[in-house]
């Protein structure tokens, strides 16, 4: 039986590689990212996380995603699963219809196809999207130092948390949203308890 593939969206800040992990533990599943889930893809995420990088087209940093993205379903998420693994990644395809369809405004249906061939056509099962009021993204973002994604612009972060919004209303059977206002247990209570819910099987807490 193949491993499911669950992945964990949201903004900057939102708690994502913390509760990712938290999943993965309990379900002994094989954590990973994107970008830079492989060492292929961490190259590429250099790139796209530099801030000296000032230029970059946004159709180029799509075709870069997706290249990291075809890397990491080919060498890592696909023969996990295949060997009956489950995999919970800290970001997926869906990142790239909220930040480069939604956020860089460039056509969603041809990032979905372009996303769909990297992946040739291997989309998560389940995603976990952390919807976290904007105000307290902000605050947190203002304690970090900030990369090159972090540093475009309230209105930029804004359309990409209402991209993720809209994904998750367009398809429900496939998406747990999470409102993480609580303290870390109790929001990673409230995850395992959906999960538990839509695999049919206990996630312990």
Known sequence: MAGVYIAFEGSE????????????????????RETG???????????LHDTTVADLDDRAEALIVAADRAQHIATVVRPALD???DVVSDRSAYSSLAYQGYGRRLD?????????????????????????PDDVAAARLAKRDLDRFERAGAEFHRRVVDGFRDLAAADAARWIAVSPNGGKEDVAAQIHAEVTVRLGR???G
């Open 13 to 32: 800040g939102s708690g994502k590689s913390t509760h990712a992990a938290r999943l993965a533990a309990a379900l002994g599943a094989l954590l990973t």
């Open 37 to 47: 889930g492989t060492p292929v893809g961490q190259r590429l995420r250099d790139i």
């Open 83 to 85: 060997q009956g693994r």
């Open 108 to 132: 969603l249906d041809e990032i979905r196809r372009l996303n769909d061939w990297a992946l040739r056509g291997r989309w998560p099962d389940l995603v976990v999207f952390l919807d976290v």
């Open 202 to 204: 206990v996630v312990p």
